[in-house]
């Protein structure tokens, strides 16, 4: 695996565990009276708004982040790649820093209650508006497009990517139906770890990426 793909792995493992990401899609089940319906409706919102976004940015961006040289970035790509760095390790500094708020804990679940009795085209505006990987789909448009792809080998990466970030709620949905019950009790018993523990794992992949792009700007700087 090169450079480029270790970073898009990256990428797509840090938006899948981004805690906010994946907060508002458990309480999207777990508070709904209907958890098959309301998690369908928010992950059709989710997946539509991140693979549409992708796939206009991706036309536009094309290729043009590609290098000439497999082992170093371009010279542009390297400076977005140290300052998307320095970003990332802020961020995770803010993010350990932070306290557990109780307050917002409480204001992300009246949020989702009130979604999950809304009609279907509100969930899945929710879904597009809270469930997609907000600032990591930056990274991951500039990452495929140092693969050097074409408009269809863009469009190809870009689905795997949106499939890739979503997975935690699309395999949920798939537990809920073959079993219901068994399921409920793991997404209860995942929303109180994710209380607990989502920041810290996120962390740690944000920790990876921001080490990746640092390494990989620098060497595109110096050589």
């Known amino acids: 695996m090169g450079w480029i793909d270790t970073e898009l792995v990256l990428v797509a493992l840090a938006a899948m565990l981004s805690p906010t990401t994946l907060s508002f899609s458990v309480l999207s089940l777990v508070l709904s009276d209907r958890p098959r319906r309301t ?3 928010f992950y059709v919102g989710a ?8 796939i206009v940015a991706g036309l536009v961006l094309g290729d043009h982040a590609a290098s000439d040289h497999p082992n170093q970035p371009t010279t542009f790509v390297a400076i977005i790649d ?9 961020w995770i500094g803010r993010l350990l820093r ?14 989702m209650t009130k979604v999950t009795g809304s009609p279907a085209i509100v969930i ?21 497009s140092e693969t050097d792809p074409g408009a269809a080998e863009y469009i ?3 689905l795997l990517f949106t499939i890739a970030s979503l997975l935690p709620l699309a395999v949920a949905l798939i537990m809920l139906v073959v079993a219901p019950r068994p399921a409920m009790h793991i997404l209860h018993r995942t929303r109180d770890w994710l ?3 989502a920041r810290t794992v996120a962390a740690v992949i944000v920790g990876l990426l921001a ?13």
């Open 39 to 41: 998690g369908f409706w």
């Open 47 to 54: 997946f539509g708004a991140t693979l549409g976004i992708g």
């Open 82 to 90: 140290i300052i998307a760095a320095v970003l990332l390790a802020g």
């Open 98 to 111: 932070r306290p557990p708020n109780a307050a917002r804990s409480e204001a992300m679940m009246a949020q």
């Open 124 to 144: 899945v505006g929710a879904g597009a508006a809270l469930a997609n990987p907000g600032g990591f789909i930056p990274l991951a448009l500039k990452t495929i």
């Open 156 to 158: 190809v990466e870009w």
């Open 195 to 197: 209380l607990r523990n």
């Open 211 to 223: 080490a990746a792009l640092l390494r990989n700007g620098i060497a595109g700087l110096v050589a």
